[in-house]
């Protein structure tokens, strides 16, 4: 069973970036069965979509977030990441990452999720 793991600081500071990685275990990302995804859930927002990565490399992103999101992926070890730039308090939250099944249109697998705070 594939299993996917968040990692990162817990604690930003504002305007630094936030850096995120997702492992996976149990399976590849590079099959193009699946998008790798990010989500966030905060109080004050709930759970919002951050942005993909497609078993290609192909990135997609909330609109809102496109200008400050990068998210990269590592093959060689079985990776991807989340960089979210100028954050704010606003972009606390808990950060979760995901993954979509395309053929099914769900996401079948999530990682527990990890608090960051961004606070000076």
């Given at each position: ?30 099959p193009s069965a699946y998008t790798w995804n990010w989500i966030r ?80």
């Amino acid at each position: 069973q594939v299993q996917l793991q968040e990692s990162g600081p817990g604690l930003v500071k504002p305007s630094q970036t936030l850096s995120l990685t997702c492992t996976v275990s149990g399976g590849s990302i590079t099959p193009s069965a699946y998008t790798w995804n990010w989500i966030r859930q905060s109080p004050e927002r709930g759970l919002e979509w951050v942005g993909l990565i497609g078993y290609d490399g192909t990135t997609g992103y909330r609109a809102s977030l496109k200008s400050r999101a990068s998210i990269s992926r590592d093959t060689s070890k079985n990776q991807f990441s989340l960089e979210l730039t100028a954050t704010t308090p606003d972009d606390t939250a808990v950060y979760y990452c995901a993954r979509w099944k395309i053929s099914g249109q769900n996401y079948d697998s999530w990682g527990q999720g990890t608090q960051v705070t961004v606070s000076s």
